[in-house]
């Protein structure tokens, strides 16, 4: 569905390693203290998958993957010196 809202309204459609992949979120995984670490590893791995097609934009289903995916930039950026931003 968002593949075809994206070109209904003239943007490309682009495919990315990670597309169908969880970013992270699932409540049992961000909730459990001790579980942290796998939603941002996930997130992580999206993020990484996407900076071959450097996005301007990211769609997603999901409000968790529009927060974790937003959120977790700035968490890597304090970790690793990583960022992913144009």
């Not at 593949?3 to 209904?8: D, V």
């Not at 003239?10 to 979120?25: I, L, M, S």
Request: aromatic residues 14%; proline residues 5%; hydrophobic residues 35%.
């Amino acid at each position: 569905v968002l593949s075809g809202l994206a070109t209904a309204w003239g943007g490309p459609w682009v495919d990315y390693a990670e597309r169908r992949h969880c970013c992270g979120f699932g409540f049992r995984h961000y909730i459990l203290k001790d579980n942290r670490g796998y939603s941002l590893t996930h997130s992580r791995i999206k993020l990484e998958s996407m900076k071959p097609v450097n996005p301007d934009f990211i769609l997603t289903n999901c409000p968790g993957c529009n927060m974790f995916l937003d959120r977790w930039q700035y968490t890597l950026a304090e970790m690793e010196g990583v960022t992913y931003d144009s």
